[in-house]
């Protein structure tokens, strides 16, 4: 999605910096994806949307009371299930995924440490994508970030100021957009890179079949 892009209108129950950069996620499902993850799923609302074009998709958070709203929002949807889990946790995820995604996830933990372990779930020959959030370090990173925000500002009233659903777990990063481009230089080599609107940058990874 090129800086460019602003907001636009969409038939989501609710609209934040997070559901504004979906769009870019489901662009980059692979073809041929049959198995999907979502880490940090919260209410469930990108798996729903990736559950109609991917036959499994299983969404995962440490939020019970995410899980909840998640099965509640996704009821009759059998292709969307959803666990309780820390994907930072050895075991509690089985691997194998055709797509892996992680919308403004990776910065709740070390971000080398995320990006690998998020790596090691994809298959050979899978995708990782990665909607993240970053600390302004250059006089353009504050340009970049905020000018969305007029755009931004029109779509929240559209919904009504409806954001999400309270209870979203929110953490704010000390990691700059450049700390963050040189470190997936080395822990996703080959990782495609891009900086957005609204305080947002994207990493889409292929992990090589061999």
């Not at 905020?146 to 929110?170: D, E, F, N, Y």
Request: hydrophobic content about 45%; some cysteine; charged content about 20%.
């Amino acid at each position: 999605m090129p800086l460019t892009d602003a907001p636009a209108t969409s038939p989501d129950p609710y609209w934040n910096h997070n559901v504004h950069y979906h769009r870019l996620v489901l662009e980059a499902v692979p073809d041929g994806c049959a198995r999907a993850l979502d880490v940090g799923c919260g209410d469930g609302l990108l798996v729903r949307k990736l559950a109609r074009r991917i036959g499994e998709v299983t969404g995962v958070d440490r939020s019970a009371a995410m899980l909840r709203l998640a099965r509640e929002s996704s009821a009759g949807i059998p292709n969307a299930t959803f666990l309780a889990a820390d994907f930072m946790a050895d075991g509690t995820l089985p691997g194998g995924y055709d797509l892996v995604t992680a919308v403004a996830v990776i910065h709740h933990a070390e971000f080398t440490a995320a990006a690998r372990r998020l790596a090691a779930l994809v298959a050979p020959g899978g995708r990782l994508v990665v909607v993240g959030l970053a600390a302004n370090g250059t006089a353009w990173d504050w340009l970049v970030s905020g000018a969305g925000l007029p755009a931004a500002r029109v779509q929240a009233r559209r919904h009504g100021g409806k954001s999400g659903p309270p209870g979203m777990p929110i953490l704010d990063t000390s990691m700059t957009y450049g700390e963050i481009r040189r470190a997936a230089r080395t822990c996703l080599p080959g990782s495609r890179y891009q900086r957005h609107l609204l305080w947002r940058y994207s990493l889409v990874w292929d992990k090589p079949r061999g």
